[in-house]
């Protein structure tokens, strides 16, 4: 299904609005400034999800896209916010076995925090480009 997405100037012009609620399945979303500002639904949308307590398919659809990644860590909000944490470590170059355990450590924080994504600093593993660095025995050797 597509998303038919508008700005808010749309608003303006009930006739076309009609028209494109009708062509979209009773579905739009309305942009305020580039971001999302809410959603129309035709009378019929919404008695459907009233009556029904179900979900559009669009959303329905979504959801079965969209399953958790850890298990036991349900995304409980409707609009799909997750926890997003950034992080650093203390980095070796070429220290590949210490930068995988700062790295771990760091993972058990986050899930402890029930943060569902990670973020670390970009070459965080080796502390620098592989390619700069295969050079090195120490890395070779690990």
Same mark, same amino acid.
């Given at each position: 299904?597509?998303?038919? *997405? ?7 012009? %009930?006739?076309k609005l009609e ?37 559009? #398919?669009?959303?329905?659809? $979504?959801?079965?896209?969209?399953? #958790? ?14 926890? &997003?944490?950034?992080?650093?470590? #203390?980095?070796?170059?070429?220290? &590949? ?7 771990i450590k760091k ?7 029930? *943060?569902?994504?990670?973020?670390? =600093?970009?070459?965080?593993? %080796? ?5 700069? *660095?295969f050079l090195f =025995?120490?890395?070779?050797? $690990?």
């Amino acid at each position: 299904m597509n998303k038919k *997405i508008q700005p808010i100037t749309a608003l303006r012009d %009930t006739a076309k609005l009609e028209k494109d609620l009708e062509d979209n399945n009773g579905l739009l979303y309305i942009t305020k400034n580039g971001y999302s500002s809410f959603v129309i639904l035709s009378p019929d949308e919404y008695e459907k999800l009233s009556q029904k307590n179900t979900c559009h #398919p669009f959303f329905s659809e $979504k959801k079965e896209r969209e399953q #958790p990644i850890l298990k036991g860590k349900e995304q409980s909000d409707p609009l799909g916010f997750v926890n &997003v944490r950034s992080a650093t470590i #203390p980095i070796e170059v070429g220290g &590949v076995r210490h930068n995988k355990e700062e790295i771990i450590k760091k993972v058990h924080e986050a899930n402890e925090n029930s *943060i569902s994504i990670l973020v670390l =600093n970009e070459l965080c593993l %080796t502390g620098y480009t592989c390619n700069d *660095i295969f050079l090195f =025995n120490t890395l070779l050797d $690990k």
